[in-house]
T-cell receptor, first 118, second 113 residues
Framework: AQKVTQAQTEISVVEKEDVTLDCVYE???????LFWYKQPPSGELVFLIR??????QNEISGRYSWNFQKSTSSFNFTITASQVVDSAVYFC???????????????FGQGTILTVHP | DVKVTQSSRYLVKRTGEKVFLECVQD?????MFWYRQDPGLGLRLIYF???????EKGDIPEGYSVSREKKERFSLILESASTNQTSMYLC????????????FGPGTRLTVT
């Protein structure tokens, strides 16, 4: 079975601080995908990034960066120079490729509530 | 842009009522999913469908059923609503590709009194 753990329930920072959201996953499959989603107060989950298990290259997109380390089964998300608009719930998720029969089912972490104060 | 819509943002029902939650996607996606979201538990998969009239149980199917008569529409049914089904319900869809990202609707906050 798959499992995703986001140990940080809530994080509070002041604007312009850097913040890292942790994600640790468990799976026995060698082929899998990891995702980050953002859920702003409006409620709709917004897709941020997908990484596959064969690509450990870190990725940067503007103020967002992701660090994928298979050795520690972690896929951490860093926001640089945080802004009030970054306030949201952030979810890490895992999907396995079980011979193509997984249908893209996602296993989600518990979510981290990020509050950025002005 | 992919658009997933849900029939209601907020819904209040009484215990024992039959409740229908509707989800429609406009991108011709094969896969559709229903999740419930509860504080501290993240999102948990209730049911999903990979084709018209096809459905499979997720992690917490008890007390729920689903219907997919048309490709674009996926309905979640609470046969007899109970207070422990008070939750946020999220619908998602994805194309038939290997583990693609899912696109979510705005959610329905259901309160059962």
């Amino acid at each position: 079975a798959q499992k995703v753990t986001q140990a940080q329930t809530e994080i509070s920072v002041v604007e312009k601080e850097d913040v890292t959201l942790d994600c640790v996953y468990e799976t026995r499959d060698t082929t899998y995908y990891l995702f980050w989603y953002k859920q702003p107060p409006s409620g709709e989950l917004v897709f941020l990034i997908r990484r596959n298990s064969f690509d450990e290259q870190n990725e940067i997109s503007g103020r967002y960066s992701w660090n994928f380390q298979k050795s520690t089964s972690s896929f951490n998300f860093t926001i640089t120079a945080s802004q009030v608009v970054d306030s949201a719930v952030y979810f890490c998720a895992l999907s396995i490729n079980a011979g193509g029969t997984s249908y893209g089912k996602l296993t989600f972490g518990q979510g981290t509530i990020l509050t950025v104060h002005p | 842009d992919v658009k997933v819509t849900q029939s209601s943002r907020y819904l209040v029902k009484r215990t024992g009522e039959k409740v229908f939650l509707e989800c429609v996607q406009d991108m011709d996606h094969e896969n559709m999913f229903w999740y419930r979201q509860d504080p501290g538990l993240g999102l948990r998969l209730i049911y999903f469908s990979y084709d018209v009239k096809m459905k499979e149980k997720g992690d917490i199917p008890e007390g729920y059923s689903v219907s997919r008569e048309k490709k674009e529409r996926f309905s979640l049914i609470l046969e007899s609503a109970s207070t422990n089904q008070t939750s946020m319900y999220l619908c998602a869809s994805s194309p038939r590709e290997e583990t693609p990202e899912q696109y979510f609707g705005p959610g329905t906050r259901l309160t059962v009194t």
